[in-house]
Nanobody, 125 residues
Framework: QVQLVESGGGLVQAGDSLRLSCAASGRTFSSYAMGWFRQAPGKEREFVAAISRYGSRTYYADSVKGRFTISRDNAKSAVYLQMRSLKPEDTANYYC??????????????????WGQGTQVTVPS
């Protein structure tokens, strides 16, 4: 079992940067690959980024590639999402998630077993 708590969301202007954090507790954090997802009102939850157990591999959605960076610190049991050049279309509730599937980087929400409560990011147009 893993408990996840996101933080760092807020209201920012287009072009600004924001760093989301996700603190994990419970089972050994490095046992899990991690992902960030987001969900806007009226839309399905969508994949944003994923990182392997020890951070050697990352994968991004096309919509955020080059602007967002996922990283993790296993000593602190934390995963981060650095977001730059934010756009109004980035407005959503952002969730971190943990998956025991570690042979590849998963982009489907159904592959993730544990979820945080989410943190809201708002970028007005």
């Amino acid at each position: 079992q893993v408990q996840l708590v996101e933080s760092g969301g807020g209201l920012v202007q287009a072009g600004d940067s924001l760093r989301l954090s996700c603190a994990a507790s419970g089972r050994t954090f490095s046992s899990y690959a991690m992902g960030w997802f987001r969900q806007a009102p009226g839309k399905e939850r969508e994949f944003v980024a994923a990182i392997s157990r020890y951070g050697s591999r990352t994968y991004y959605a096309d919509s955020v590639k080059g602007r967002f960076t996922i990283s993790r610190d296993n000593a602190k049991s934390a995963v981060y999402l650095q977001m730059r050049s934010l756009k109004p279309e980035d407005t959503a509730n952002y969730y971190c998630a943990a998956t025991p599937y570690t042979t590849g980087l998963m982009t489907s929400p159904t592959s993730y077993d544990y979820w945080g409560q989410g943190t809201q990011v708002t970028v007005p147009s």
